[in-house]
């Protein structure tokens, strides 16, 4: 499976911006697929994943109620709607997929992951 993600850009804080992650290769239908990003001189943290249905999501703490996540399984595509950004939502953002059933937070769980698409966010 091949992850292209897109959609990054500089918004000022309080805006918006919505990530996409395409991919080709192999349909993701049966893939949880996540959402992670890493600022400079940081780790890599888990910001939100999906079930292989999107019946299932999970967020982080920091991003709860102000991200969304979701899929269109028939345009094997999934988003990232993230509203009221902040400067701390900076970072380079990383979409990735396991084989069977559930997002994870866990990046380990993850066998592909996309380039990753740059958001930064200004004060």
């Known amino acids: 499976v091949q992850l292209q993600a897109s959609g990054g850009g500089l918004v000022q804080a309080g805006g918006s911006l919505r990530l996409s992650c395409a991919a080709n290769?192999?349909?993701?239908?049966?893939?949880?697929m996540g959402w992670f990003r890493q600022a400079p001189g940081k780790e890599r943290e888990f910001v939100a994943a999906i079930s292989w249905s999107g019946g299932s999501t999970n967020y982080a703490d920091s991003v709860k109620g102000r991200f969304t996540i979701s899929r269109d399984n028939a345009k094997n595509t999934m988003y990232l709607q993230m509203n009221s950004l902040k400067p701390e939502d900076t970072a380079v953002y990383y979409c990735?997929?396991?084989?069977?059933?559930?997002?994870?937070?866990?990046?380990?769980?993850?066998?592909?992951w996309g380039q990753g698409t740059q958001v930064t966010v200004s004060s």
């Open positions: 290769g192999r349909t993701i239908s049966r893939y949880g």
């Open positions: 990735a997929a396991k084989p069977y059933g559930s997002g994870s937070d866990l990046g380990r769980m993850y066998d592909y």
